[in-house]
């Protein structure tokens, strides 16, 4: 929660996984300002068909698909500003009545139990209709909309396969490289994206994982 | 209300029965009326009462349906929260509980299609959140992995949208009942009060024609009666002159008041003819008195004479001399009768005695001479009668005895026939089982014979082969012979070919020499082969004259054959004849054996019946000596009494030829010329038994 901001500040840049390594250095720079005892960030590389395969089975659930068919396509734009500002605004009160609606929806509790079992190498899961209205998370997210952020203008329009992997980012409170992968959620009958879904990968532990042969 | 109003009113035309029946056919109709209309109003409210009963039912059934589903709506969702298992089972047992109601609801509903329609497409939207939500959620519920999808259907909201239009559909069914019940409920209130409305106008029709009907009655029946009812009474006191009122009517009231008005009249005229009558009676009572007193005495008399007392006489002297001669008379009479009686008495003690020797004596008149005659008569005839009857008994007691001895000869006869008989029969079933033996080996030999005969057809059938292959054999020889004749021409021209080449090789001189020996030796050679070829054709020419005999020789046996398969089909038919003979013999015996059978059977009846009349005989005697020792009992003149016959002596040797005692065995008697040591004896011997 507390990378959110420097997060933000990164989804600002439009990268792509192509000029990946290129956008290394800069990050690496950026991170080193932020906390001068970060390590080297270990190369996406790691990201490799087999992680983005396993992030897909997770969405394969039927929890996920259930959940995202049901959610309205006419919502319109007024509609989402409003619902994003009462989400911002509830994050800041006691009474939060649509932050503790999705959070307690079965996907919630379903990406919840996904990052528990995966024992720190998945951090916080967002799923997001394809208007980019959060559906289900594992963990607060500050704001409720995500139509515009790369989460979603890099998945849900690119189509049903897209894969958007960011920068790695370093998080100094837990002292891990983080890196945020976002996938369109296909729609099992074929068609336009149900949605995306954005994981909070542990790029360090995924290194110590590579390096213990697993 | 003037007259002449009022005698159209009274309507006196017609007679009173068909008035008052019109009357009452006018109050039963209008109570009829009334009761029709009363039963007709109800029959509508209780038809109206049985659709708001179905329309409560619909409605209460509606009710539980309704709380059915939400049960299990909410028991789904506890299961969803929660995840224990009382709530499948709570589910499971609401939707159980649903099943009779819709059923039940379904025969509400027959008759409403609309609603029919509404309610099944409920009970489809049911079906499909059940089906396709209800029943996988909580399938899903029961995997750990799953149990968030199971969440996440409910969270779609589809399966609460669809209980949602079923819950619609329900309590649109509740509102459309409702409203019908309203409907009902005005109608049944409507019904009510017009039932009230008219029940109150048939009373009033039903009170107004009973007092019309009452005042008729009253004014025209009654007060007419009251009147006429008032003149008799004034009649009866003796007021002879008055006026009878509604004389002038033409109905049965008419009728009676102009009765009442002649009866006054006759009234008077015999109360005129009383006043003389009374005088004649006066006189007539002083004769009857002293008739009445001669009436008594008579009466005593004649009682006692009916009671049989023939001594009472009238003692009494009348100064009428007409009573006087009467009473006389009648004493005379009944003295005649006291000493006819006293003689007729003594005669019948006698004959009550069983004294047949007394007669009424003395000279009689009249139906006293006649009674006299007629009683000797009787007497005379019990005599003969007696003495008759003696005779047949005796006469009667000889035939017995002779038809006893006749009676048990027969059953000993028949006993020895029926005896007989069984052995007759014993004897054919023997005979029976030998010609059944017979015939079984008849059909052995008819079946022996057949086999006779196929193997003389299959002898007759290789003879035949034989034959052919004989002539085959011959025509194979003649080829042969054919064959040598060809050899011995080849080995003509080999040994004139020899020649040829000896001389060709003389020819040629010291060089031909060894030539000149070989075309000698093919010479010799040639000879040889055309002997050994004429050799050949000898034999040939040998074995086909022996082939032409054997040909002969085997169609002969052909012919024999032939002749005994005709033999043995003979034989076969033959033999099959005895058989059938044989059967129809066994047959013949069988019913003989069966008529032997019943004839037995017969006899053994006969035998018993035989018996039965010798035990009747022994009876018949019995009862006849009975009858004798009875009669014996009259006393007559003994010049008329007949000699008693001698019992025959044939009757104990019958008695003891039987094979036992029986119960209608009677010993011998002596015989009894006094009648009553007789009758002691007879009855002593009878105790016997």
């Given at each position: 929660?507390q990378?959110?901001?420097?997060?933000?500040?990164?989804?600002?840049?439009?990268?792509?996984?192509?000029?990946?390594?290129?956008?290394?250095?800069?990050?690496?720079?950026?991170?080193s300002?932020?906390?001068a005892a970060?390590?080297?960030?270990?190369?996406?590389?790691?990201?490799?068909?087999?992680?983005?395969?396993?992030l897909?089975?997770?969405?394969?659930?039927e929890t996920?698909t259930?959940?995202?068919?049901?959610?309205?396509?006419d919502?319109?734009?007024a509609?989402?500003?409003?619902l994003d500002r009462q989400?911002?605004?509830?994050?800041?009160?006691?009474?939060q009545?649509?932050?503790?609606?999705?959070m307690a929806?079965?996907?919630?509790s379903?990406?919840?139990?996904?990052?528990?079992?995966?024992?720190?190498?998945?951090?916080?899961i967002?799923v997001?209709?394809?208007?980019?209205?959060?559906?289900g998370l594992?963990?607060?997210?500050?704001d409720?909309?995500?139509g515009?952020?790369?989460?979603?203008?890099?998945t849900v329009p690119v189509?049903?396969?897209?894969v958007?992997v960011d920068?790695?980012?370093?998080?100094?409170?837990h002292a891990?490289?983080?890196?945020?992968?976002d996938?369109a959620?296909?729609?099992?009958?074929?068609?336009?994206?149900?949605?995306?879904a954005?994981?909070?990968?542990?790029?360090?532990?995924l290194?110590?994982?590579?390096?213990?042969?697993? | 209300m003037?007259?002449a109003?009022?005698?159209?009113?009274?309507?006196?035309?017609?007679?009173?029965?068909?008035?008052?029946?019109?009357?009452?056919g006018?109050l039963?109709?209008?109570?009829?009326?009334?009761g029709?209309?009363?039963?007709?109003?109800?029959?509508?409210?209780?038809?109206?009462?049985?659709v708001a009963?179905?329309?409560d039912?619909?409605?209460?059934?509606?009710?539980e349906l309704?709380?059915?589903?939400?049960?299990?709506?909410?028991?789904?969702?506890?299961?969803?929260?929660?995840?224990?298992?009382?709530?499948?089972?709570?589910?499971?047992?609401?939707?159980?509980?649903?099943?009779?109601?819709?059923v039940?609801?379904?025969?509400?509903?027959?008759?409403?299609?609309?609603?029919l329609?509404?309610?099944?497409?409920?009970?489809?939207?049911?079906?499909?959140?059940r089906?396709?939500?209800?029943?996988?959620?909580?399938?899903?519920?029961t995997?750990?992995?799953t149990?968030?999808?199971?969440?996440a259907?409910?969270?779609?909201?589809e399966?609460a949208?669809?209980?949602?239009r079923?819950?619609?559909?329900?309590?649109?069914?509740v509102?459309?009942?409702e409203?019908?019940?309203?409907?009902?409920?005005?109608?049944?209130?409507?019904?009510?009060?017009?039932?009230?409305?008219?029940?109150?106008a048939c009373a009033?029709?039903?009170?107004?024609?009973?007092?019309v009907?009452?005042?008729w009655?009253?004014?025209?029946?009654?007060?007419?009666?009251?009147e006429?009812?008032?003149?008799l009474?004034?009649?009866?006191?003796?007021?002879l002159?008055?006026?009878?009122?509604?004389a002038d009517?033409?109905?049965?009231?008419?009728?009676i008041?102009?009765?009442v008005?002649?009866f006054?009249?006759?009234?008077?005229?015999?109360?005129r003819?009383?006043?003389?009558?009374?005088?004649?009676?006066?006189?007539?009572?002083?004769?009857?008195?002293r008739v009445?007193?001669l009436?008594?005495?008579?009466?005593?008399?004649?009682?006692a004479?009916?009671?049989?007392?023939?001594s009472?006489?009238?003692?009494?002297?009348?100064?009428?001399r007409?009573?006087?001669e009467?009473a006389e008379?009648?004493?005379l009479?009944?003295?005649?009768?006291?000493?006819?009686?006293?003689?007729?008495?003594?005669?019948?003690?006698?004959?009550?005695d069983?004294?047949?020797t007394?007669?009424?004596?003395?000279?009689?008149?009249?139906?006293?001479a006649?009674?006299?005659?007629?009683?000797?008569?009787?007497v005379?005839?019990?005599t003969s009668l007696v003495v008759?009857?003696?005779?047949?008994a005796?006469?009667?007691?000889a035939?017995v005895?002779?038809?006893s001895?006749g009676?048990?000869e027969?059953?000993?006869?028949?006993?020895?026939?029926?005896?007989?008989?069984?052995?007759?029969?014993a004897?054919?079933?023997?005979?029976?089982?030998?010609?059944?033996?017979?015939s079984?080996?008849?059909r052995?030999?008819?079946g022996l014979?057949?086999e006779a005969?196929?193997?003389a057809e299959?002898?007759?059938e290789?003879?035949?082969?034989?034959?052919?292959?004989m002539?085959?054999?011959?025509?194979?020889?003649?080829?042969m012979?054919?064959?040598?004749?060809?050899?011995q021409q080849i080995?003509?021209?080999?040994?004139?070919l020899?020649?040829?080449?000896a001389?060709?090789?003389k020819r040629?001189?010291?060089?031909?020499?060894?030539?000149a020996?070989?075309?000698?030796?093919?010479?010799?050679?040639?000879?040889?082969?055309?002997?050994?070829?004429?050799?050949?054709?000898?034999?040939i020419?040998?074995s086909?004259?022996?082939?032409?005999?054997?040909?002969?020789?085997?169609?002969?046996?052909?012919?024999?054959?032939?002749?005994?398969?005709?033999?043995?089909?003979?034989?076969?038919?033959?033999?099959h004849?005895i058989?059938?003979?044989?059967a129809?013999?066994?047959?013949?015996?069988?019913?003989?054996?069966?008529a032997?059978?019943?004839?037995?059977?017969?006899?053994?009846?006969?035998a018993?019946?035989?018996e039965?009349?010798?035990r009747?005989?022994?009876?018949?005697?019995?009862?006849?000596r009975d009858?004798?020792d009875?009669?014996?009992?009259?006393r007559?003149?003994?010049s008329?009494?007949?000699?008693?016959?001698?019992?025959?002596?044939s009757?104990?040797?019958?008695?003891?030829?039987?094979?036992?005692?029986s119960?209608?065995?009677?010993?011998?008697?002596?015989?009894?010329?006094p009648?009553?040591?007789?009758a002691?004896?007879?009855?002593?011997?009878?105790?016997?038994?």
């Amino acid at each position: 929660m507390q990378q959110e901001p420097s997060q933000k500040a990164l989804a600002m840049r439009p990268v792509n996984l192509g000029a990946g390594l290129a956008a290394t250095a800069a990050a690496l720079l950026l991170a080193s300002v932020a906390n001068a005892a970060a390590p080297p960030a270990p190369p996406l590389s790691l990201i490799d068909a087999r992680l983005i395969e396993s992030l897909r089975t997770i969405l394969k659930s039927e929890t996920v698909t259930v959940t995202l068919r049901a959610r309205r396509a006419d919502i319109g734009e007024a509609e989402i500003v409003a619902l994003d500002r009462q989400w911002t605004k509830e994050r800041s009160q006691q009474r939060q009545p649509l932050v503790a609606r999705i959070m307690a929806s079965p996907l919630s509790s379903y990406l919840r139990s996904v990052e528990a079992a995966s024992l720190g190498l998945i951090g916080k899961i967002i799923v997001f209709d394809r208007r980019g209205l959060n559906a289900g998370l594992s963990a607060v997210s500050s704001d409720y909309w995500q139509g515009d952020e790369d989460k979603w203008a890099k998945t849900v329009p690119v189509g049903p396969g897209a894969v958007f992997v960011d920068q790695p980012e370093w998080d100094p409170e837990h002292a891990v490289w983080l890196v945020q992968v976002d996938l369109a959620i296909p729609d099992p009958d074929g068609g336009e994206p149900l949605g995306g879904a954005s994981f909070d990968v542990n790029l360090t532990e995924l290194e110590r994982r590579h390096a213990a042969g697993l | 209300m003037r007259p002449a109003f009022e005698r159209l009113l009274r309507m006196d035309m017609f007679p009173l029965a068909p008035r008052t029946t019109a009357l009452f056919g006018v109050l039963a109709l209008v109570a009829g009326l009334s009761g029709a209309v009363a039963f007709r109003e109800i029959g509508q409210i209780r038809a109206d009462q049985e659709v708001a009963r179905v329309l409560d039912e619909r409605h209460a059934v509606l009710t539980e349906l309704n709380a059915l589903m939400d049960r299990q709506s909410i028991a789904l969702l506890s299961f969803l929260v929660t995840g224990e298992e009382r709530h499948t089972a709570a589910f499971a047992a609401s939707a159980a509980e649903m099943e009779p109601r819709v059923v039940r609801l379904r025969q509400l509903l027959a008759d409403r299609p609309e609603d029919l329609a509404r309610f099944e497409r409920m009970l489809r939207l049911v079906e499909q959140w059940r089906n396709g939500y209800a029943q996988r959620q909580l399938e899903l519920m029961t995997g750990f992995a799953t149990v968030d999808t199971a969440r996440a259907l409910e969270v779609t909201g589809e399966p609460a949208a669809l209980l949602a239009r079923a819950d619609e559909e329900l309590r649109e069914l509740v509102r459309i009942g409702e409203t019908e019940k309203d409907r009902l409920d005005a109608a049944l209130r409507a019904e009510l009060s017009r039932i009230v409305v008219s029940l109150a106008a048939c009373a009033a029709l039903t009170l107004l024609a009973a007092i019309v009907a009452g005042w008729w009655t009253r004014r025209f029946l009654f007060r007419p009666i009251a009147e006429i009812t008032g003149v008799l009474d004034r009649l009866r006191a003796g007021e002879l002159a008055v006026a009878v009122p509604e004389a002038d009517r033409r109905d049965e009231i008419g009728v009676i008041a102009r009765a009442v008005a002649s009866f006054g009249e006759s009234l008077m005229e015999r109360m005129r003819l009383e006043a003389e009558a009374r005088e004649a009676a006066a006189t007539a009572a002083a004769r009857a008195a002293r008739v009445g007193d001669l009436q008594a005495r008579l009466g005593m008399v004649v009682d006692a004479a009916l009671k049989g007392d023939f001594s009472a006489r009238i003692d009494c002297r009348y100064e009428d001399r007409d009573l006087q001669e009467l009473a006389e008379r009648v004493n005379l009479l009944v003295s005649g009768v006291e000493s006819e009686l006293r003689d007729l008495m003594a005669v019948s003690e006698a004959l009550a005695d069983a004294d047949l020797t007394k007669r009424l004596a003395g000279e009689r008149q009249g139906d006293f001479a006649r009674l006299q005659d007629d009683f000797n008569r009787m007497v005379e005839n019990l005599t003969s009668l007696v003495v008759e009857l003696e005779t047949m008994a005796s006469d009667v007691n000889a035939t017995v005895s002779e038809f006893s001895v006749g009676a048990d000869e027969l059953a000993a006869r028949t006993d020895q026939q029926a005896s007989s008989l069984e052995e007759a029969a014993a004897t054919t079933e023997e005979l029976t089982a030998s010609v059944t033996q017979n015939s079984e080996h008849s059909r052995q030999a008819s079946g022996l014979a057949r086999e006779a005969r196929e193997l003389a057809e299959k002898g007759r059938e290789i003879t035949a082969e034989a034959v052919a292959a004989m002539i085959r054999t011959e025509q194979a020889s003649a080829r042969m012979s054919d064959i040598t004749t060809i050899i011995q021409q080849i080995a003509k021209q080999t040994r004139s070919l020899a020649i040829n080449a000896a001389v060709q090789a003389k020819r040629a001189g010291e060089e031909g020499r060894g030539f000149a020996v070989v075309a000698q030796e093919v010479r010799m050679l040639a000879d040889r082969s055309n002997d050994a070829a004429r050799d050949i054709n000898k034999l040939i020419a040998n074995s086909t004259q022996q082939l032409g005999e054997c040909v002969e020789l085997v169609k002969r046996a052909g012919k024999m054959l032939e002749t005994i398969v005709t033999t043995a089909q003979r034989v076969e038919s033959t033999v099959h004849e005895i058989a059938s003979a044989n059967a129809q013999q066994a047959h013949s015996i069988k019913e003989m054996s069966a008529a032997t059978v019943h004839l037995d059977g017969m006899t053994q009846k006969n035998a018993a019946l035989a018996e039965q009349s010798a035990r009747g005989a022994r009876a018949l005697a019995g009862r006849v000596r009975d009858l004798l020792d009875r009669v014996a009992v009259f006393r007559i003149d003994p010049s008329l009494r007949p000699e008693r016959r001698q019992r025959p002596a044939s009757l104990p040797a019958a008695a003891a030829r039987r094979r036992g005692p029986s119960p209608g065995d009677v010993p011998p008697v002596p015989p009894r010329v006094p009648p009553a040591p007789v009758a002691m004896a007879a009855a002593e011997s009878w105790s016997e038994f």
